[in-house]
């Protein structure tokens, strides 16, 4: 016995002594073997990017959702519990369910049935897209029915869902994302349409992870050492777009949409001496959050379609006439028709007008005066110019899939037709593009939607876009030369943009009624509003800070309305509305009292706010006083008498008074402060939630409520002698 029990000893000192030494049992490392049974790791969830506008309000962000799972396991439940911790009636509980999520009963026990099958002993099974993305409210409703009805074993788990809080805003532009699970049943959130899709890869934020050891029951076992990867959120995209103007565009489309439901319609409004896109949309448009109404149209018409523009086009050909010196506005020529070799073109009204100058040709918008102003300068130089103006390649706009258009230049027929913008295409980005050279002093601008991308993590801005100037493609002196003969498309008895006045603004611009090619075959469209009718816009026309391109496809007609109705409409509406949300003063208003802005940046704030008392302004001082860093208004912004000046010092900042302050004035406030300021609405201010006078710090959220004045969308001037033929072909 003890020969046997010695050499058992010695047998296990052996082992223990072998172990110890090579850190190995049956060839395993013990190490591994051990941090694979006690190691833990957590995942901590990368949030994705935020799209945000040009003021820093939300566009697209994560929100919380839960994911619904059912517990079919009975070892779930554990000895002597008071309550079932598994499913104990599935049907009882697929009934439930099918009252709250998109799924029938039979459904959910075939996935049940299903899982069964496949392993006798499956724990829990999911329900798929329609289990997941579920709200807290509803998530709530399941909980207190199921404690109502007795149903045990449904568990929900935190997730992320892409909230779009502004529902049908731009939504072509925007895109969309939505959760998918990949070939590894990873599931995650991915763009599946525009800015979405085109900066998935920089919205992605990439996980982190906590690493830890527990004992056998999953406790945390003391004195162990966390190792914590923290997650790293997605980028923040700011958009040049402006909400508040944007909202201006998505209510009027609204308007029209439920008064002459059109085919389509496109808007965009830019600032035309930055290129800075401030409004994008488009319709038929969709709820980015549920997907209702998306057709099977996935392109952003502003970039990646291609239109015949019509008479909007004559604005670039004017301006090539213009600056080769061939414009002459009282020379006279035989309006009606034009033959070239085997083609006629003829007139809106077919039969003319008589023997009229150039100018009344270009407000009658006389396909006949292109005709012979492409005699004057040459059509080959012509198509040099559109060329110039960037018609026919993509203009590089930072968003996907750009169209080109095509420039028809194989014969004459054809570059007199494209002279009043049939048959030859574009993208509405390329004219908005040219047409910025027309606003802004011949300098013509890229257009940009991106402002910057900025690495919310770190606070560093990744990538910084500004204003691009492309060549120049006419001269300042042309420029506004053309614009005053735009003006008068808008004045003249004989224009045909009478009804597109505004109130208090000077505005100057083109329509146009271009042919829609036929789907099916060669040939266009006939019959009464089967046209595609559109208005090309600036104003204040002397110095525009505002430039439009409205497009209403096929809009139902009834007797006596005119195609140019619903694009007059949308115009006046978005144009006088932004006009005076950027306080561009009305030029009615422009007294004595309205004087120019001085310069302040670097004076003595107690200094400057004497001098803008003595000149009838209201000063806000933001910070603590002493060298001013910035002023809103910037120097020569012309302001009545009254209005609000900030002017931002270092320092903590005392709350002003905020009622009746505009909502761009009080953005303004926002940026210059750093304040944690929260609007809610649109107009102006009715409400702050701190007192005035609180000296707040940046920790401090101020929620603004804002409301629209009943007189804000002032209704255009009508313009009861329009002439029918204004809206035929060429118009």
Do not use: C
């Not at 807290?136 to 009805?149: G, N, P, R, S, V």
């Not at 506005?329 to 150039?358: C, H, L, M």
């Not at 603004?505 to 469209?525: H, R």
């Not at 609007?679 to 201010?685: E, M």
Request: avoid cysteine.
């Amino acid at each position: 016995m003890f020969v046997f029990f010695g050499g058992l000893f010695f047998l296990l000192f052996w082992r223990l002594l072998s172990i110890q030494i090579t850190g190995q049992a049956e060839g395993r490392q013990m190490a591994v073997m051990a941090e694979a049974k006690y190691a833990r790791e957590a995942i901590l969830q990368a949030e994705r990017g935020k799209i945000i506008d040009r003021n820093g309000e939300l566009i697209a962000s994560d929100t919380l959702s839960y994911r619904l799972i059912a517990i079919l396991n009975e070892k779930a439940t554990e000895k002597g519990a008071n309550e079932p911790r598994h499913v104990v009636d599935f049907e009882k509980a697929a009934d439930l369910l099918s009252r709250f999520i998109p799924m029938e009963k039979s459904k959910m026990i075939e996935i049940r049935d299903k899982a069964v099958a496949n392993n006798s002993n499956v724990y829990q099974i999911e329900f798929g897209k329609a289990g997941r993305d579920i709200s807290h409210e509803t998530m709530l409703a399941i909980k207190e029915t199921a404690k109502e009805e007795g149903v045990t074993g449904l568990q929900f788990i935190e997730d992320k869902k892409r909230f779009y809080p502004n529902g049908n805003f731009a939504s072509y532009l925007i895109g969309f994302a939505m959760r998918e699970e990949d070939e590894n049943k990873k599931i995650s959130t991915v763009g599946k349409m525009g800015l979405e899709q085109t900066y998935n890869e920089a919205l992605t934020g990439e996980n982190g992870k906590v690493d830890f050891k527990t004992d056998r029951w999953g406790f945390i076992l003391p004195r162990s050492e966390k190792q914590i990867v923290a997650a790293q959120d997605g980028m923040t995209i700011q958009l040049t777009i402006d909400k508040t103007i944007q909202n201006f565009v998505e209510d009027a489309m609204n308007q029209i949409d439920e008064e002459y439901s059109p085919e389509k319609m496109l808007v965009i409004v830019t600032n035309p001496n930055t290129g800075e896109i401030y409004a994008m949309s488009q319709r038929p448009s969709f709820h980015p959050s549920t997907r209702e109404g998306l057709t099977e149209n996935w392109l952003n018409d502003a970039v990646q379609n291609t239109i015949e523009p019509g008479s909007t086009m004559k604005i670039f050909t004017l301006a090539a006439a213009i600056e080769e010196r061939k414009w002459d506005p009282f020379a006279e020529f035989q309006s009606g028709q034009y033959t070239i070799f085997d083609k006629t073109i003829r007139d809106v009204n077919r039969t003319g007008w008589g023997r009229i100058t150039f100018l009344e040709g270009f407000q009658r918008s006389s396909n006949v005066s292109m005709a012979y102003l492409l005699e004057r300068m040459g059509d080959r130089t012509f198509i040099e110019y559109l060329k110039d103006f960037g018609f026919g390649e993509r203009v590089g706009i930072d968003l996907p899939n750009e169209a080109s258009g095509i420039i028809l230049d194989i014969n004459p027929s054809e570059r007199l037709t494209t002279s009043y913008g049939q048959g030859s295409t574009v993208t509405p980005i390329q004219m908005i593009q040219a047409a910025t050279a027309i606003a802004n002093d011949g300098k013509m601008m890229k257009p940009y939607v991106i402002d910057k991308i900025i690495n919310p993590n770190t606070e560093e801005t990744v990538e910084d876009h500004k204003p691009e100037e492309k060549k120049s493609p006419i001269s300042a002196e042309t420029a506004k030369q053309v614009r005053e003969i735009l003006a008068t498309t808008v004045t003249s008895q004989a224009g045909t943009a009478k009804k597109f006045a505004l109130s208090g603004y000077s505005v100057g611009g083109k329509t146009g009624t271009a042919e829609i090619p036929k789907k099916d075959g060669p040939g266009y469209l006939a019959g009464d509003g089967n046209y595609l009718y559109s208005f090309l816009g600036m104003a204040p026309i002397e110095d525009p800070q505002l430039l439009a391109y409205v497009i209403v496809q096929q809009p139902k007609l009834d007797i006596g309305q005119y195609g140019s109705d619903p694009v007059a409409k949308l115009f006046t509406s978005i144009m006088e509305s932004s006009l005076k949300y950027m306080n561009i003063v009305p030029e009615n208003n422009e007294s004595p009292s309205t004087v120019p802005i001085s310069e302040f940046v670097g004076s003595d704030s107690s200094t400057a706010i004497e001098e803008l008392r003595e000149q009838g302004f209201s000063p806000v001082l933001i910070g603590e006083g002493g060298k001013v860093i910035s002023q809103y208004p910037q120097e020569g912004t012309k302001m009545n008498k009254g209005s609000i000046v900030l002017l931002e010092t270092n320092g903590d900042t005392t709350l002003p008074n905020f009622y009746g302050w505009s909502k761009k004035m009080a953005l303004s406030f926002k940026m210059l402060s750093g304040l944690d300021i929260r609007l809610n609405g649109d107009g102006y201010v009715t409400d702050q939630s701190m007192s005035v006078g609180a000296v707040i710090s940046k920790d401090d959220p101020v929620v603004l409520q804002l409301r629209t004045p009943a007189d804000l969308h002032t209704p255009a001037p009508e313009n009861e002698d329009e002439e029918k033929e204004e809206e035929i072909i060429g118009g």
